[in-house]
């Protein structure tokens, strides 16, 4: 066998145990969500924690069974005024996840749809994450025709890059973050619709995740029928690290 080789592919195996030890030590697992809500479950019972205001008239909760072929769990906003109603579903990490999530990546997606047409879409049915750096915020919408809209925003009053799914009903939404550009993608049913997504200064709460209704201006029903928040290898950071710890084990073995 050429020495060469197997001392490349040695090193490799080597680095690649390195890093997912230092991965265990901080009790994360890759690619496992880190909180998941489901179908019309109440996402109480599944640890997720509420805002104040579920509950009191202000936003109002509900399952709702076989909407369109989907069990979800409505949260809806009744409140058209600014920050009349900020209520939803609050998820944190560990500072281990946290960390894990700051180097490796990280993803939260959603399977909903905007239940009233049309929707202005400010902020009455959004999930978002607070990295705490930045708010990585996506806003959905609907038109005439219930045709779901989606925009990461990057501005004032829930401006920011939007798609137009074209259809009615429900769809998965992802926001995919790459600690190597500090950037997001936005995929939509799978197929990338969004990239390189800045989000929002905001260094007011960290390592925090929601879905529901942010402060604003609109009211809007949103239907939750999967919810779910994962620490994943993104491609590009694994190849990073995987290529410094196999530099630094080959300079090792030189020496």
């Known amino acids: ?13 080597r680095t690649f145990a390195l890093v997912f030890l230092g991965v265990m030590m901080c009790g994360v697992t890759l690619g496992g969500p880190v909180l998941l809500h489901y179908g019309a479950t109440n996402p109480e019972l599944e640890g997720w924690e509420p805002d104040p205001g579920i509950g009191t008239g202000v936003t109002t ?3 709702i069974l076989n909407d369109g072929g989907y069990d979800a ?3 809806s906003d009744n409140a058209a005024s600014v920050n009349g109603s900020s209520d939803g579903y609050w998820g944190s990490l ?19 749809r905007v239940a009233n047409a049309p929707d202005t879409g400010l902020g009455s049915v959004a999930i978002y994450y607070f990295d705490g750096i930045t708010q990585w915020l ?12 989606v925009t990461a925003v990057s501005g004032t009053g829930f401006s920011g890059i939007s798609f137009n799914t074209g259809s009615p009903g429900y769809h998965l939404y992802e926001m995919v973050y790459d600690p190597t550009s500090g950037t997001t993608d ?3 049913d ?12 905001n260094p007011i709460q960290t390592g925090r995740f929601k879905f529901g209704s942010a402060s604003s201006p609109d009211s809007g029903q949103g239907n939750y029928n999967t919810v779910e928040f994962s620490v994943v290898p993104i491609p590009s950071s694994f190849l990073l690290v995987a290529t410094g710890g196999l530099s630094i084990l080959l300079a090792r073995r030189k020496t």
């Open 1 to 13: 066998m050429n020495s060469r080789k197997s001392v490349g592919r040695d090193c490799l195996a």
């Open 61 to 63: 909760v509900a399952p």
């Open 73 to 75: 769990w409505f949260v």
């Open 94 to 112: 560990t500072p281990a996840q946290k960390a894990v999530a700051d180097t490796w990546g990280w993803r939260f997606r959603s399977r909903l």
């Open 138 to 149: 996506l806003d959905f919408e609907s038109g005439p025709a219930g045709e779901q809209i």
């Open 186 to 188: 936005v995929l939509v």
């Open 190 to 201: 799978g197929i990338e619709r969004i990239w390189n997504w800045t989000g929002i200064s």
